[in-house]
Nanobody, 115 residues
Framework: QVQLVESGGGLVQPGGSLRLSCAAS????????MGWYRQSPGKQRERVAL???????NYVDSVKGRFTISRDNAKNTVYLQMTNLKSEDTAVYYC?????????WGQGTQVTVSS
């Protein structure tokens, strides 16, 4: 069974940094696009960042210059390095992979940015 497990969330002060990790199991995802999404209370799910199997990246405008998505296919892991965090970044962050025939999600990890 495919499983994606996020980790690395927590409480951080504004301006701080966190690195999220998503460890995949049950399949090899190196050829597929993986991404990070987030959802905060009362808001729609938002795509934050994508990385393709060819290491092409894309970001939502609000995180450009602050977040970096990367992957280590040997470890079946995708990362989201978040810097200069703002209160509006507070959300549950979810890892995602799309194979073209199925869409898989992790359980989410909470990121709270507060002083």
């Amino acid at each position: 069974q495919v499983q994606l497990v996020e980790s690395g969330g927590g409480l951080v002060q504004p301006g701080g940094s966190l690195r999220l990790s998503c460890a995949a199991s049950g399949s090899a995802f190196g050829i597929y696009t993986m991404g990070w999404y987030r959802q905060s209370p009362g808001k729609q799910r938002e795509r934050v960042a994508l990385v393709t199997g060819g290491d092409k990246t894309n970001y939502v405008d609000s995180v450009k210059g602050r977040f970096t998505i990367s992957r280590d296919n040997a470890k079946n892991t995708v990362y989201l390095q978040m810097t200069n965090l703002k209160s509006e970044d507070t959300a549950v962050y979810y890892c995602n992979v799309q194979t073209g025939v199925a869409n898989y999600w992790g359980q989410g990890t909470q990121v709270t940015v507060s002083s």
